[in-house]
Every structure is written in structure tokens, then in C-alpha cells.
């Protein structure tokens, strides 16, 4: 590892708003935050800039920012503290271990920026609206949560709007082109790492919001014997 990525784990183990892979978190968010502000997660987080940027709108709800890799929850986590933000926290974990860390119920809502499209077939089942992961989410959401996607992958755009619709979601918002429709404002108008760089290389960036069904996700049939995720 690179000395200036080990500087940045050496200080996120003493950063008071990261976890690391913590214990006996679950159902006691409310005691680390000190209140029962709503909690919102923004997955795969990199530098967490929706973590950060809808924690300054919103000081009255709570934002979680996770991801695998210490060195980019880094940056968010050290802006928040610059400033104060004690409603902002970032967990570094596996997204699959997400039922580990929340009680059903103890999440608001998900933002689920640029992840990883896995545009091979035989990995579709890591891009995080698979089935499998909706599964997941499932299991710590309120009803009716809302999950919101903002993506430069056509692949995974298309691949979404086919999972919820089989899965019998509600579709909130379908923006095939943020920017070429005009809708960047708000929340959207947010801009991470990775879509900086893919704006930069002129590509179309979209934005699904939804919500899980009443009924229970339907696994496909070689996941359904197994956990969920793995
Ligand atoms: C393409 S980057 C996007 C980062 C950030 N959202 C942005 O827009 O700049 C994908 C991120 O997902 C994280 N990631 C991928 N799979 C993960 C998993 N299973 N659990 C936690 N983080 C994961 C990676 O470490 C990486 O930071």
C-alpha cells in the first residue's frame, strides 16, 4: 500500500465518525447519533460527497456513508469533522454485510451513486440492484423507503429498470439524461468523483428513484437456498 493511502487509514482509525467492520451497532443508532433522526445511506460512498452534501441541507437526518475502502471514506470523513457535521458518519464494510449493522426498519432511505456496473454476466449478481441486494435492502428499509440511483451505465440503468419491474417496485423518478433534461437540481445537482470524471468524458449520466414492493423480493431460484448475499 502507498504511504499516502496508509496515512489516510492510520487517521480514519482515529476519525470519530468512521467504523470500521463494527460490533454491535445494530438497532443503536440512535445512542451514536444521539437522537432519532432519520438515517439515510449513501452505498459504495468513495469520497462520500452525498453523505456530506445532503448532511449540510439536512441537519435534522442522519447520513451514513459505506464503502470497502478506508482511504476514500477518507476524504468525506474529514470534511465532515472540519465542519462540525454531527450528523454525518461513514462505515467501512461490505455492503452484503449490510443486515449485520441495521434492524428492519432503522433505515430511511438508500442513494446508490455510480456503483461498480459489473458488465459481465457472470458478475451481474454483485451490481447492487440485483435481486440479491434488493433482498437486502429489504431487510433494514421502512416500507415504502426510497432507493435512488444516479449512474453513467446504460448496462446498469437498463438492468435496474428491468429488476424493479419484475420485482413489482414503484418507480418516483426515471431520468434517462440528467443533464440533457435539466433536471441536475437539488439533490442531483450533487457531484461525486467518479461522475466528475464521466462528465468529463461526455457521458449521459441517469437517475432512477423507487421503492421495494409490499411483498417480500423473490430471489432467483440458485440464490434462494443460500443467504442472500455473500
Ligand atoms: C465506482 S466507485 C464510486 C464511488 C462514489 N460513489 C463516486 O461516485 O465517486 C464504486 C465504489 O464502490 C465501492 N464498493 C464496491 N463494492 C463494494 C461493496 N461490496 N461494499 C462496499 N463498497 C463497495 C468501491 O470501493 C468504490 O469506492
Not at 423507503?145 to 429488476?163: G, H, P, Q, R, V
Not at 433534461?181 to 445537482?189: C, D, E, F, P, V
Request: a neutral charge; hydrophobic letters at 35%; one cysteine or more.
Amino acid at each position: 500500500m502507498g504511504q499516502k493511502k496508509l496515512l489516510k487509514f492510520e487517521a480514519i482509525g482515529n476519525y470519530p465518525n468512521v467504523l470500521q467492520y463494527p460490533e454491535n451497532i445494530k438497532g443503536k443508532w440512535s445512542d451514536f447519533f444521539k437522537n432519532n433522526h432519520p438515517i439515510t445511506l449513501e452505498l459504495a460512498c468513495g469520497k462520500g460527497e452525498y453523505s456530506v452534501g445532503l448532511g449540510r441541507e439536512h441537519t435534522d437526518r442522519n447520513f451514513i456513508g459505506i464503502d470497502i475502502k478506508g482511504n476514500r471514506i477518507y476524504t468525506g470523513a474529514k470534511t465532515a469533522l472540519a465542519e462540525g457535521m454531527q450528523n454525518v458518519a461513514f462505515m467501512r464494510t461490505h455492503i452484503g454485510k449490510l443486515t449485520e449493522y441495521f434492524e428492519q426498519g432503522e433505515v430511511k432511505e438508500i442513494w446508490i451513486i455510480f456503483p461498480d456496473p459489473f458488465l459481465r454476466e457472470s458478475r451481474a449478481k454483485n451490481r447492487l440492484t440485483h435481486a440479491r441486494f434488493l433482498y437486502l435492502y429489504q431487510q433494514v428499509l421502512v416500507p415504502n423507503a426510497t432507493i435512488n440511483l444516479k449512474t453513467d451505465s446504460k448496462e446498469l440503468y437498463d438492468f435496474t429498470l428491468e429488476t424493479i419491474a419484475e420485482q413489482g417496485c414503484h418507480i418516483h423518478q426515471n431520468i434517462a439524461d440528467i443533464y440533457g433534461k435539466g433536471k441536475a437540481t437539488g439533490a442531483l445537482s450533487i457531484q461525486t468523483f467518479y461522475e466528475k470524471m464521466h462528465l468529463a468524458e461526455g457521458r449521459t449520466i441517469y437517475f432512477i428513484s423507487f421503492s421495494l414492493p409490499d411483498k417480500p423480493i423473490t430471489l432467483p431460484e440458485r440464490f434462494a437456498k443460500h443467504e442472500a448475499v455473500d
